[in-house]
């Protein structure tokens, strides 16, 4: 079965860090994009950040620039977020998501941050003091 499992999601004060974990089973990520999502109440899902997990190139946008880093650990199977300065508006559910292609296709899941195929069930952030 294809799963992505997110973890590490809680609560945290303001300018506090978390570092979010997505595990795959089932399939390997080698040759996939992995990206990180997040959804807050009443509000659309927004694109965060992606990685190449083919080549380690990384990805984004402009809500995940400067206080978001993503990793890989190939050998695990995982991507980490690590999330730096978090502040109350960061406060949502956060979810990776993963597709698989060719090359030019995880550049492109990467640089428009749509079209994956598979989705972790979710993991709460809760940024308040």
């Known amino acids: 079965q294809l799963q992505l499992v997110e973890s590490g999601g809680g609560w945290v004060q303001p300018g506090g860090s978390l570092r979010l974990s997505c595990a795959a089973s089932g399939f390997t990520l080698d040759y996939h994009a992995v990206g990180w999502f997040r959804q807050a109440p009443g509000k659309e899902r927004e694109g965060l950040t992606c990685?190449?997990?083919?080549?380690?190139?990384?990805y984004f946008a402009d809500s995940g620039k400067g206080r978001f880093t993503i990793a890989r650990d190939n050998a695990k199977n995982t991507v980490y977020l690590q999330m730096n300065g978090l502040k109350p508006e960061d406060t949502a559910v956060y979810y990776c998501?993963?597709?698989?292609?060719?090359?030019?296709?995880?550049?492109?899941?990467?640089?428009?941050?749509?079209?994956?195929?598979?989705w972790g069930q979710g993991t709460q952030v809760t940024v308040s003091s």
């Open positions: 998501a993963a597709a698989g292609g060719t090359l030019e296709k995880l550049h492109r899941l990467c640089v428009y941050l749509r079209d994956f195929d598979y």
């Open positions: 990685i190449n997990m083919h080549d380690g190139s990384t």
